[in-house]
């Protein structure tokens, strides 16, 4: 391993998945300090965000690929310590420096896995820097929930100033960042949100209004907020419970940008026919799945589209509670209340 500006331990502090099951299957375990690989760094983590995917990992329903650490944490933000072949040696400068990395800088970025821990190997590639006057936790919340929408909002979905946007579950990591990222680049957003108290969140992160799915149909709703005409956009985590409405509320020319399956992921009997005559797109994707290549080419454009609004101080992840990392069951917990808003951050 390369040298550290500081001393690195032998061992380390991670979270183990004994089975898949509850919460209580997140147990703290002591193992051996990994060894960044080519290309790789290894990161001291100072935090580290908490993600529905973690969840559906820790219940055996979302594996790792092959080959990748079976450990949970998408996202850190800390420190690195230490670096691969092909990233530099040394602190301040060499080849390190052209990769945009240097041993000490302050970094968060999106991981293959393994950020429940106290170092973590991250993809150099997949790195970002710790925007000014962010804190260590809110940078940890930042990576997988700005790669995951600004991928498919806007790579995929194509999103432009003047578009309209309907957002399903408006308080979530997702959701938040979504409108916080439609109110930074013009867009008119609505969201669904449970409850007076979680629509007051969302009118907060930027939604003109926000839908009450517990005692509101989201379809005629949101077809009076836009006049009839229709939104242009639906990010969806829901699914199979929402799609036939998803298809109907959105307008010629409209995309449904699938991204979870909260509410199901088949669907029984539904016209085709929407899709036809409004011309519509229909996308999915996950994070996990994506190619290296198309990690580092999202990281670059966060790098370049959102590095001013971050140090702007604008479109900061809100962050709901902060775990110490040897209570991360405790985190889970909460999450799978849905009472949280914006992102849990777990605390090395």
Same mark, same amino acid.
């Given at each position: ?179 916080? =990222?439609? !109110?930074?680049?013009? @867009?008119?957003? %609505?969201?669904?949100? /449970? *409850?007076?108290?979680? $629509? &007051? ?48 509320? =959105?307008? !010629?020319?409209?995309? @449904?940008?699938? %991204?979870?399956?909260? /509410? *199901?992921?088949?669907? $029984? &009997? ?54 110490? @990392? ?23």
């Amino acid at each position: 391993m390369p040298a550290s500006p500081r001393f690195l331990p032998d061992r380390m502090t991670e979270i183990g998945i004994l089975r898949p099951g509850g919460p209580e299957v997140l147990v703290p375990r002591q193992v051996p300090v990994p060894e960044p690989g080519p290309g790789q760094v290894l990161v001291r983590v100072a935090a580290a965000g908490v993600n529905r995917p973690d969840v559906l990992q820790r219940r055996g329903l979302y594996p790792m690929p092959p080959g990748v650490t079976p450990v949970p944490g998408l996202e850190v933000a800390g420190e690195v310590v230490a670096l691969g072949e092909g990233v530099g040696v040394g602190e301040g400068g060499g080849a390190g420096e052209a990769a945009g990395v240097r041993l000490g800088d302050a970094v968060c970025g999106l991981t293959d896995g393994g950020g429940y821990a106290e170092f973590c190997l991250v993809p150099a590639a997949q790195l970002l820097p710790v925007p000014p006057g962010f804190s260590l936790e809110q940078a940890a919340a930042l990576p997988e929930t700005f790669f995951t929408v600004w991928a498919n909002l806007f790579m995929m979905g194509r999103a432009k100033a003047g578009e309209s946007l309907l957002v399903h579950g408006g308080t979530s990591g997702i959701g938040s960042t979504a409108l916080m =990222l439609a !109110r930074e680049f013009g @867009l008119r957003a %609505i969201s669904t949100d /449970g *409850g007076p108290e979680k $629509g &007051e969140a969302a009118r907060g992160f930027g939604a003109e209004r926000s839908i009450d799915h517990r005692s509101q149909d989201f379809l005629p709703e949101a077809m009076a907020w836009s006049e009839g005409r229709g939104v242009d956009l639906v990010l969806d985590i829901l699914g199979a419970s929402a799609f036939e409405r998803n298809l109907q509320v =959105l307008r !010629r020319d409209g995309r @449904l940008l699938l %991204i979870g399956f909260m /509410g *199901g992921d088949r669907v $029984g &009997e539904f016209s085709l026919t929407p899709i036809l005559l409004k011309r519509l797109v229909v996308t999915g994707s996950t994070l996990r799945g994506r190619t290296p290549d198309e990690k580092a080419a999202i990281a670059r454009e966060l790098r370049q589209h959102l590095g001013p609004v971050w140090s702007a101080g604008r479109c900061v992840p809100h962050v709901h509670e902060v775990w110490p @990392l040897d209570q991360a069951a405790q985190a889970h917990r909460v999450m799978e209340s849905r009472a949280h808003v914006g992102k849990i951050v777990l605390r090395t």
